[in-house]
């Protein structure tokens, strides 16, 4: 268990929906990475927060959109939702968010968008 | 565009045996080199890093070769176990950024 949880652990929805997925991070960590896993893509990072300001954008559709709150938890939004959305979407954690800290993943939110 | 090409992309070894995954990278910028492991369900783990100011890194069963010149790097897993069937992905930091750059991801199956 790497501390760090995502609910809801699956989610199936329709075309031209809108989703929230939920990150806490572990605890004292101020760092929470999106990424998004699919079979065609690979693991690919969205968007970073540090202390509830964004720190970086990867590639990250314009109809997806992240924020983290004051209490650190994190959540990602996904909007006009498509067919190949579906993936399994991770939260990541770290300390500080330095080059080299040690990202710890949460067991990810399957999305199914029919 | 990929970054960080791996290969093989999936993997058989007989228990006992030596699996070596190996990566290849082309943004010079990059200086940290994770190495996560992924068991069906679960989120990626980290397993073992390395700079490249190091050619290689062993903890326990595990070893990262790393060759800065060839902007290349290698997962050997020694006595490969059948516990160890996973899928592996390797990854590239850059100096001036926290996101990790991931490879396409190597499934391994150890059988007894």
């Known amino acids: 268990d790497s501390g760090v949880t995502q609910t809801p652990k699956h989610l199936i929805t329709a075309t031209g929906q809108r989703v929230t997925l939920r990150c806490s991070p572990r605890?004292?960590?101020?760092?929470v990475y999106w990424y998004q896993q699919s079979l065609d893509q690979g693991l690919q990072f969205l968007i970073q927060y540090y202390n509830g300001e964004e720190r970086a954008k990867g590639n990250i559709l314009e109809r997806f959109s992240a924020q983290q709150f004051p209490d650190l938890h994190s959540e990602l939004n996904l909007s006009s939702l498509e067919l190949g959305d579906s993936a399994l979407y991770f939260c990541?954690?770290?300390?500080?968010?330095?080059?080299?800290?040690?990202?710890?993943f949460g067991p990810g939110t399957r999305l199914l968008v029919l | 565009q990929q970054q960080v090409k791996q290969s093989p992309q999936s993997l058989i070894v007989q228990k006992g045996g030596i699996s070596i995954i190996n990566c290849a990278y082309e943004?010079?910028?990059?200086?940290?080199f994770p190495w996560y492991q992924q068991f069906p369900g679960k989120g990626p783990a980290l397993l073992i890093a390395i700079r490249p100011d190091v050619s290689e890194k062993k903890e326990g069963r595990f070893t990262i070769s790393f060759n800065k010149s060839a902007k290349q790097f290698s997962l050997h897993i020694m006595d490969s176990q059948p516990g160890d069937s996973a899928t592996y992905f390797c990854a590239a930091v850059g100096a001036n950024t926290d996101k990790l750059i991931f490879g396409t991801g190597t499934r391994l199956q150890v059988f007894p």
């Open positions: 943004n010079t910028a990059f200086d940290y």
């Open positions: 605890s004292g960590d101020l760092s």
């Open positions: 990541a954690s770290s300390v500080g968010g330095g080059a080299g800290e040690t990202q710890y």
